[in-house]
């Protein structure tokens, strides 16, 4: 069967692979459909991402309908439904896990990045891992899970009705945490330096936009909160100043959550951590719970996946568009590869 193959740092290529085995007892086996390229899939054509060796198959954004059922699948999974995956695994047995926080696995392997993911034909997928919908498109499947990341780091932040909250970045991570975010009743203003990426980051939910490139972030920010600063700040861009940013903006027992990497060591004034008294958490992955509300919040129709989903191209054309997105990844919030013959 055919996949999608980063062989090496700046090259994808179209290759065959075996053809799977039987799905095991608990598992069953995907035809894949859809397949959305992540921000990780990028870094790993680059050369950036050091969670990656190669070859790797990317992917992990999955749209799929079920081909195959291994015995011991419970009856509610049939053949011929559409579902979409949690693409992450966890031990049960490490820190993380005993503490019910499966998502930030010690030894947690996502497809596509510590192990092979989903651009190819078929897998093989535990039945726990499967979610469905018969609302949602496979298209919109396949944009559940990068939205689970955003809607996971506005549930670390405990965002409620009466918070205002900034998302810095509106790439499809920042996305969901607005449209999270916004499902909750919060204020959200958006930030970028892109006005396109603003105008979706509206679609999507925020009350309010800067581009922090035209205009004074802190001088808006006072404005909008009346000189308080947010309640929240998510940080989705994984800059070294945006990053420090969030401590100095926002508010006296303000809460900052991390989604990003930054890119280089962070230096800090410190004394804002101990003086704002502030909860600054990471955000990894997602839970189970994150990918209900997803897909609950896609079932009710207001979110704008045209527009997320800046192209769609197939298999064939998928190693050339991931080359193009890597010249041009301004252009691009979500590509997505259709697998349907």
Same mark, same amino acid.
């Given at each position: 069967?055919?996949?999608?193959?980063?062989?090496?740092?700046?090259?994808?290529?179209?290759?065959?692979?075996?053809?799977?085995?039987?799905?095991?007892?608990?598992?069953?086996?995907?035809?894949?459909?859809?397949?959305?390229?992540?921000?990780?899939?990028?870094?790993?054509?680059?050369?950036?991402?050091?969670?990656?060796?190669?070859?790797?198959?990317?992917?992990?954004?999955?749209?799929?309908?079920?081909?195959?059922?291994?015995?011991?699948?419970?009856?509610?999974?049939?053949?011929?439904?559409? #579902?979409? %995956?949690?693409?992450?695994?966890?031990? &049960?047995?490490?820190?993380?896990?005993? @503490?019910?926080?499966? !998502? /930030?696995?010690?030894?947690?392997?996502?497809?596509?990045?510590?192990?092979?993911?989903?651009?190819?034909?078929?897998?093989?997928?535990?039945?726990?891992?499967?979610?469905?919908?018969?609302?949602?498109?496979?298209?919109?499947?396949?944009?559940?899970?990068?939205?689970?990341?955003?809607?996971?780091?506005?549930?670390?932040?405990?965002?409620?009705?009466?918070?205002? #909250?900034? %998302?810095?970045?509106?790439?499809?991570? &920042?996305?969901?945490?607005?449209?999270? @975010?916004?499902?909750? !009743? /919060?204020?959200?203003?958006?930030?970028?330096?892109?006005?396109?990426?603003?105008?979706?980051?509206?679609?999507?939910?925020?009350?309010?936009?800067?581009?922090?490139?035209?205009?004074?972030?802190?001088?808006?920010?006072?404005?909008?909160?009346?000189?308080?600063?947010?309640?929240?700040?998510?940080?989705?861009?994984?800059?070294?100043?945006?990053?420090?940013?969030? #401590?100095?903006?926002?508010?006296?027992?303000?809460?900052?959550?991390?989604?990003?990497?930054?890119?280089?060591?962070?230096?800090?004034?410190?004394?804002?951590?101990?003086?704002?008294?502030?909860?600054?958490?990471?955000?990894?992955?997602?839970?189970?719970?994150?990918?209900?509300?997803?897909?609950?919040?896609?079932?009710?129709?207001?979110?704008?996946?045209?527009?997320?989903?800046?192209?769609?191209?197939?298999?064939?054309?998928?190693?050339?568009?991931?080359?193009?997105?890597?010249?041009?990844?301004?252009?691009?919030?979500?590509?997505?590869?259709?697998?349907?013959?």
């Amino acid at each position: 069967m055919k996949a999608i193959r980063i062989t090496e740092a700046g090259r994808c290529e179209i290759v065959d692979i075996p053809d799977l085995e039987a799905p095991g007892a608990d598992e069953v086996r995907l035809k894949v459909r859809r397949v959305g390229y992540c921000g990780s899939d990028l870094t790993s054509f680059r050369g950036l991402n050091p969670m990656v060796s190669y070859p790797r198959i990317p992917g992990h954004e999955i749209g799929a309908t079920i081909d195959s059922l291994g015995t011991d699948v419970p009856e509610k999974w049939q053949i011929g439904q559409n #579902v979409l %995956v949690s693409p992450y695994t966890n031990d &049960g047995e490490c820190t993380a896990c005993a @503490a019910g926080r499966y !998502n /930030a696995c010690r030894y947690n392997q996502t497809m596509g990045v510590q192990r092979d993911g989903a651009l190819t034909e078929y897998i093989n997928i535990p039945h726990e891992k499967l979610f469905t919908s018969e609302k949602l498109s496979l298209a919109e499947m396949a944009l559940v899970e990068p939205l689970t990341v955003g809607f996971h780091a506005v549930s670390r932040s405990e965002t409620t009705a009466h918070d205002t #909250v900034m %998302v810095f970045g509106c790439g499809t991570i &920042g996305l969901g945490a607005i449209a999270g @975010a916004s499902a909750r !009743n /919060a204020r959200v203003l958006a930030v970028d330096i892109d006005d396109k990426k603003l105008a979706l980051a509206k679609l999507c939910g925020a009350n309010d936009t800067i581009n922090s490139m035209k205009e004074s972030l802190h001088d808006q920010l006072q404005v909008l909160t009346e000189g308080k600063g947010p309640q929240v700040m998510i940080e989705a861009v994984g800059l070294p100043k945006t990053f420090q940013t969030c #401590v100095e903006e926002v508010c006296f027992a303000g809460r900052v959550v991390y989604i990003g990497y930054a890119k280089a060591p962070v230096d800090y004034e410190t004394k804002l951590f101990v003086m704002k008294e502030l909860d600054i958490r990471g955000s990894r992955n997602a839970m189970p719970e994150d990918f209900k509300a997803v897909i609950a919040h896609l079932e009710d129709g207001d979110f704008p996946t045209n527009s997320v989903i800046t192209k769609t191209v197939s298999l064939e054309e998928a190693p050339a568009a991931l080359a193009q997105w890597s010249e041009n990844p301004g252009e691009i919030t979500k590509i997505h590869v259709t697998l349907d013959t």
